[in-house]
């Protein structure tokens, strides 16, 4: 800073290196699909078109890779959050459709104000259901500013589970 003198009292020094542990994330959605059918037909549910089946096998892809916890030999982290994950799916009708109704029309938002192309029908109407399926299961806030929360969660998870990425 010019013209000012040092705080006293603080003396910066070298700062020790940290050593992280790094670890490609290298799941694929693509390689998702016959594990997240499974878990619908041992759960006694009907797996959604493949269409949707890739769009949430996307969500899991993106969670586990930005999962900040390093993966354990002694546990299989992918088979839980698959788990987790179709079982947001089957809350998706109930006879309260209107309790979380900003979602949708928030997940649309969510891609336009990144500049990214929004996914056809099919894939926005999973992210929708899942989102609020997800919300249900967890009893979540009704409130608008929790909605975009988990909108702007769900498309991120989209996002990162882009074979592409």
Not at 57 to 86: H, K, S, W, Y
Not at 128 to 157: C, N, Y
Request: include cysteine; aromatic fraction near 6%.
């Amino acid at each position: 800073m010019i013209g000012k003198a040092a705080m006293p009292g603080l003396a910066f020094g070298p700062v020790p290196a940290v050593e992280l542990d790094v670890e490609a994330a290298v799941v694929c959605a693509s390689d998702l699909i016959e594990a997240v059918t499974e878990e619908f037909k041992r759960r006694g549910e009907v797996p959604p078109s493949a269409e949707r089946t890739l769009v949430l096998c996307r969500v899991v892809a993106g969670f586990l890779r930005t999962l900040p916890i390093p993966p354990d030999p002694a546990t299989e982290p992918q088979a839980a959050v698959i788990a987790a994950f179709v079982a947001a799916c089957p809350g998706w009708g109930s006879a309260n459709d209107e309790d979380y109704d900003s979602v949708a029309a928030l997940i649309d938002d969510v891609f336009h104000q990144r500049e990214v192309s929004v996914p056809s029908a099919a894939a926005m109407d999973l992210l929708h259901r899942l989102t609020v399926g997800v919300m249900r299961r967890r009893k979540m806030p009704q409130s608008r500013e929790a909605q975009l929360a988990m909108a702007d969660w769900m498309a991120s998870l989209y996002f990162a589970g882009n074979d592409d990425w």
